[in-house]
């Protein structure tokens, strides 16, 4: 079994849409093991997002992050980290495949509705920047 963090954006729960990302975690295999509503701060934003300090999108990235509350997930599966990307879609909603959840859900390149991690090394630092340990199910 392999863990993934996911977060349900801003975007996506202002716009009433985390239960229907929540059924689709649920129904694609995910096992939930650890769940939190957060309002980050702009600094935590950036920090999640470090990265990428030195894209021309970052101040706008992280603007919009801490506009508002968001989910933010720990996802267990077989093959986690890989399966929950194939079910987001690519980064750009315009170019995720049909019936993935970016298509689906997100308005644009940035307001894209969910985040997943992107490798082992990254989902580890990703779900410790969120929970500890005894948290987690
Ligand atoms: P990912 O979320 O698919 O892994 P990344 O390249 O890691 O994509 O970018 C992180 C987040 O930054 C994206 O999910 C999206 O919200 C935002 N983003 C990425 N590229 C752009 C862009 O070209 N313009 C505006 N926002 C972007
Ligand atoms: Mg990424």
Redesign the pocket.
């Known amino acids: 079994m392999e863990r993934t963090l996911a977060i349900i954006?801003p975007d996506a729960v202002a716009s009433r849409l985390a239960g229907a990302i929540l059924q689709r975690m649920e129904a694609g295999g995910f096992e939930l093991r650890g769940m939190r509503l957060v309002h980050l701060t702009r600094a935590e934003a950036e920090g999640f997002?470090a990265?990428?300090r030195e894209?021309?999108?970052f101040d706008?990235?992280t603007a919009?992050?801490s506009s508002g509350p968001a989910i933010v997930l720990t996802l267990e599966a077989d093959d986690a980290i890989r399966r929950w990307?194939e079910l987001?879609g690519?980064?750009?909603p315009g170019k995720a495949a049909p019936g993935t959840l970016?298509r689906e859900f997100g308005t644009?390149?940035?307001?894209?509705a969910?985040?997943?991690s992107?490798a082992p090394e990254t989902a580890a630092a990703e779900i410790g920047y969120f929970f500890r340990g005894v948290e987690l199910g």
Do not use: C, Q, W
Request: net charge positive; proline share 4%; no cysteine.
């Open positions: 954006k997002y990265v990428h894209r021309p999108f706008s990235l919009f992050m990307r987001m690519a980064t750009d970016r644009s390149i940035e307001r894209n969910t985040h997943g992107d």
